[in-house]
T-cell receptor
Framework: DQQVKQNSPSLSVQEGRISILNCDYT??????FLWYKKYPAEGPTFLIS?????DKNEDGRFTVFLNKSAKHLSLHIVPSQPGDSAVYFC??????????????FGQGTELSVKP | GAVVSQHPSRVICKSGTSVKIECRSL??????MFWYRQFPKQSLMLMAT?????????EQGVEKDKFLINHASLTLSTLTVTSAHPEDSSFYIC????????????FGSGTQLSVL
């Protein structure tokens, strides 16, 4: 049972435009969500996170939106740059159940930003 | 910032041999480390939680006798893939945290295991 889902395996965006990556989850115990960027044969790099008590968190070009009722989160990158091309994973954890360190990852979305 | 070092980055071995992967927290003490596995084009799957000084906690479906985890010190956890077979070929990644907050979870660079 896939508790965290990224239904788009790939996304192609023009440089300077907005990239929107989506993620859905099924487990209502999750209370902390993260986005990671990953290159092949490398470990994930943390991008941005959001607690379930918030609905938006912004850090530079990256904004994460959380819709708890829909169990949906999204990562917006604006403006997109060619260097943003990578695989993006969303992840969730359940701090309330002392499971904060255990991340459940989505399948990833490969973002390609065209110059 | 905090860094997690993972070694080796790549290993190729014959079927039936055992392979040890090390995960070190370089500038902080990690009471808990996590081991993940990623097959090509798939998600990172949590395999086990490694606790210093106690037995690791394995996720459902992960064979504890196959994947031996030792967390002997606050800066080192090891994963040993015993009697490796081609189906064990995967990308293994560890993570460690000083404070269990999401952004403080640092990942190693991963180990690509290829079993011939």
């Amino acid at each position: 049972d896939q508790q965290v889902k990224q239904n788009s395996p790939s996304l192609s965006v023009q440089e300077g435009r907005i990239s929107i990556l989506n993620c859905d989850y099924t487990n209502s115990m999750f209370d902390y969500f993260l986005w990671y960027k990953k290159y092949p044969a490398e470990g994930p790099t943390f991008l941005i996170s959001i607690s379930s008590i918030k609905d938006k968190n912004e850090d530079g070009r990256f904004t994460v939106f959380l819709n708890k009722s829909a169990k949906h989160l999204s990562l917006h990158i604006v403006p997109s740059q060619p260097g943003d091309s990578a695989v993006y994973f969303c992840a969730a954890s359940a701090w309330i159940y002392n499971q904060g360190g255990k991340l459940i990852f989505g399948q990833g979305t490969e973002l390609s930003v065209k110059p | 910032g905090a860094v997690v070092s993972q070694h080796p980055s790549r290993v190729i071995c014959k079927s039936g041999t055992s392979v040890k992967i090390e995960c070190r927290s370089l500038d902080f003490q990690a009471t808990t480390m996590f081991w993940y596995r990623q097959f090509p084009k798939q998600s990172l799957m949590l395999m086990a939680t490694s606790n210093e000084g106690s037995k690791a906690t394995y996720e459902q479906g992960v064979e504890k006798d196959k994947f031996l985890i030792n967390h002997a010190s606050l800066t080192l956890s090891t994963l040993t893939v015993t009697s490796a077979h081609p189906e064990d070929s995967s990308f293994y990644i560890c993570s460690a945290s000083r404070v269990l907050l999401g952004e403080k979870l640092f990942f190693g660079s991963g180990t690509q295991l290829s079993v011939l």
